[in-house]
């Protein structure tokens, strides 16, 4: 009988615990990972995989490396200009003006997509569009740590504001520059009232504990540029999670690239705002 290798082991192991898909350009991050590990460890690739597929701790330390963590504010501008013009109304005009409303984003790596929802609630709210929403909370999550620790501290850098228009560059962050002659450069950092309707948490989407409580509460999620970095069962599993954890009448929000993988009785595709997807039930 053939013995499964190291890194066979590891790779299924994070499919697993992460469901994480095992395609080829995870697995070069991964491997790199590994090199980088098993190095600063001086111990040899096979044993480095041996040992984190067989530890929780040294698993997650690797998914910290290891993880695509690509994000910026306004990812998609056409979804956000969606998201004002039809899902914020719906969602405003949904329930009382008076009760808060929960958006969740689900994979927010180091924050500026959370950042993101919660600057178009504010743009929506002070310019009195339908989609003005008297109180709201942004829920945000990811496996990282080291992410979350920079999305909790909301400095950023110009590439990461690339989709940023100047006006609500100038509104929504305060900038500090050390060098003069290049005015542009230097920290931009989130206002005090968009942040504090943020709220960071770290959660493998993965496990089952976390889901509990998680039912009907939201009235959007976004959860982007995740499922198509897991393998099948997984998306599955956390397209039905994700839906049940939305209200009856809530949103999901999903990467152009995902939506093909949106299949659920209880979820259909919203007109005129692809990629956004209702519970119906
Ligand atoms: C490419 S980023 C997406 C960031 C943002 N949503 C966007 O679209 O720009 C993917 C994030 O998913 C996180 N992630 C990967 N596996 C996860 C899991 N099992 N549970 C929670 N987060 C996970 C990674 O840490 C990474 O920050």
Redesign the pocket.
């Given at each position: 009988m053939s013995q499964q290798s190291p890194f066979k082991k590891l790779e299924e192991a994070l499919a697993e615990?992460?469901?994480?898909a095992a395609n080829p350009s995870a697995r070069a991050k991964i491997n790199t990972a590994i090199e980088s590990k098993a190095r600063r460890l001086h111990i040899a690739h096979e044993e480095y995989c041996q040992i984190a597929s067989g530890s929780h701790s040294e698993m997650l330390a690797l998914?910290?490396e290891a993880?695509?963590?690509?994000?910026?504010f306004f990812?998609?501008p056409q979804q956000f200009s969606a998201l004002r013009r039809i899902i914020l109304p719906a969602i405003a005009a949904a329930r009382p003006a008076g009760e808060r409303r929960r958006l969740w984003?689900?994979?927010?790596?180091?924050g500026?997509?959370a950042y993101s929802l919660a600057i178009v609630v504010d743009q929506a709210r002070t310019a009195n569009e339908p989609g003005a929403i008297e109180s709201a909370e942004v829920f945000a999550?990811?496996?990282?740590n080291r992410?979350l620790l920079a999305a909790s501290q909301a400095r950023y850098s110009l590439p990461a504001l690339r989709q940023v228009d100047a006006h609500t560059r100038d509104k929504y962050f305060i900038h500090t520059c050390e060098t003069p002659d290049d005015p542009l450069n230097g920290v931009y950092t989130v206002v005090p009232d968009s942040r504090k309707l943020v709220t960071f948490r770290r959660?493998?989407?993965?496990?089952p504990m976390f889901w509990k409580g998680m039912s009907r509460r939201f009235d959007l999620i976004?959860?982007?540029?995740?499922l198509l970095?897991?393998h099948g069962s997984?998306v599955r599993q956390m397209v039905g999670r994700l839906t049940q954890s939305l209200r009856p009448g809530g949103y999901l929000m999903v990467?152009p690239s995902e939506s093909s993988l949106i299949h659920h009785s209880g979820l259909r595709p919203v007109k005129d705002a692809p990629t956004f997807f209702q519970r119906t039930n």
């Open positions: 615990n992460y469901g994480w998914v910290e993880a695509v963590g690509e994000t910026w990812r998609e984003s689900a994979a927010c790596s180091t500026e997509e999550t990811d496996v990282r992410a959660a493998n989407l993965l496990d976004v959860c982007a540029n995740l970095y897991l997984a990467a």
